[in-house]
């Protein structure tokens, strides 16, 4: 094969229109170079078959090193931040098996009634005119993990303020949020062991996880339970953008979940999974990535692949779900686990959104997005709710 083509991830160009540079270099080989200021070279796999082998490859493995964990972290912090997201290996299946239960399909579908409650009081709440992201879409996931875990009515505010942290990206925002979070965690986790309740939270006591390992879950919770706020913001304003398909969602809400999943694999928040590094020299198609070397899957080019996914492109929410499935929530062990929340969340805020709101549009031509090399999301989402 050819050279490896590169991608400069912090271009302007690129980050304006990661998926265009992607499918540049994915028509060329299945393996790209990323490079751009700031950042060690690492590879990226942009195919969908490889992608999916790459994600269930024991050779590839996880560590700390995966993440940049921000500087200036307290010391009695450090311990809470090694989540499920940076293990492998018995000790990620062992946290993982803990976990699992309270997350499933069947447990998250009994919740439905709890989350809609959440999206109405949001909706009753915003103004004529409204930034969807910052008023909406930006609190309900942080709302809904307090009802998850059983935060009393009097301690959300404090969480509210994490959410908007959290949501706001790495920064110093993000970085002073840390040790409340992590202090709310804890309190949390020590007032369910004198007063257990019917919140997740509950379940897990008494099971296989350590203190400081529920602590972490909490933590994690607020951390990676942010995904809905920018699946939502970036589904409307594709909707927005493709008229026929909000025509086609507002008629027939029976769509909606088929067009969560056509949302995340067209306009998913995450363009690049967590690194993973080789442990030995590995070839993909040809392609050799070095041992030691960093490798991610460029999800927003395995998603639109045009040997997984007719007329890729497209967006198309009547397309059919099923095999090969998009990378939206990851793959094999490390699938993300709060995909059937994040998965609910979203159809109930698009369906009430649009029924509540018949004649919402946007009151920007422009959407503003902010420039991330990883995630795909908005910066402001200002609508009229009146038309």
């Known amino acids: 094969m050819g050279p490896i ?3 400069a991830v912090t271009d302007p ?3 304006a229109d990661p998926f265009s540079a992607y499918a540049q270099a994915r028509a060329v080989s299945p393996v790209a170079k990323l490079t751009g200021a700031g950042m060690p070279p690492m590879w990226a796999v942009t195919r969908h078959e490889p992608a999916r082998a790459v994600l269930t490859d024991p050779r590839f493995v996880l560590s700390e090193a995966s993440f940049m964990r921000p500087p200036g972290i307290p010391e009695h912090c450090q311990r809470y931040l090694h989540t499920m997201a940076e293990m492998d290996g018995p000790e990620h299946a062992r946290v993982r098996a803990a976990a699992a239960p309270a997350f499933t399909a069947r447990r998250t579908a009994a919740l439905r009634p709890r989350i809609q409650a959440v999206v109405d009081r949001l909706l009753d ?4 005119d409204a930034d969807l992201l910052r008023d909406f879409a930006g609190p309900l996931p942080m709302e809904v993990i ?3 875990i059983g935060i009393p009515e009097a301690d959300r505010p404090d969480w509210r303020g994490y959410g908007t942290a959290v949501a706001a990206g790495y920064g110093p925002g993000f970085l002073a949020a840390i040790p409340g979070i992590i202090a709310s965690a804890q309190a949390a986790v020590a007032a369910k062991r004198v007063s257990p309740g019917a919140d997740i939270l509950s379940q897990l006591l008494g099971g296989e996880l350590t203190e400081t390992e529920l602590v972490t879950l909490v933590w994690h ?3 990676a339970g942010q995904t809905p706020t920018n699946l939502i913001g ?3 304003a594709a909707l927005f953008a493709h008229p026929a398909q909000l025509d086609l969602l507002r008629g027939d809400p029976g769509l909606a979940p088929q067009a969560v999943e056509e949302l995340m694999r067209w306009c998913g928040p995450q363009l690049l999974t967590t690194p993973r590094f080789a442990t030995t020299d590995i070839t993909i198609d040809g392609a050799t990535i070095p041992q030691g070397g960093a490798m991610t899957v460029a999800i927003c080019s395995a998603n639109r692949d045009p040997a997984a996914f007719a007329d890729p492109d497209r967006l198309d929410i009547t397309r059919p779900l099923g095999a090969p499935g998009h990378l939206g929530f990851s793959h094999g062990p490390h699938f993300c686990l709060g995909a059937p929340l994040a998965r609910l969340q979203t159809e109930l805020a698009l369906t009430t959104l649009l029924h ?3 004649n919402l549009t946007p009151t920007s031509p422009h959407t503003t997005r902010t420039p991330d090399p990883g995630t795909w999301r908005l910066a402001e989402l ?5 038309g």
Do not use: Q
């Not at 709440?125 to 004529?128: C, G, K, R, T, Y």
């Not at 200002?382 to 009146?386: A, C, D, E, I, N």
């Open 5 to 7: 083509p590169e991608v």
């Open 13 to 15: 160009a690129v980050l």
């Open 125 to 128: 709440s915003l103004a004529p």
């Open 146 to 148: 307090c009802e998850l």
């Open 221 to 223: 919770l607020a951390l």
């Open 234 to 236: 970036n589904g409307v």
């Open 356 to 358: 509540r709101f018949p």
């Open 382 to 386: 200002p609508v009229s709710l009146t």
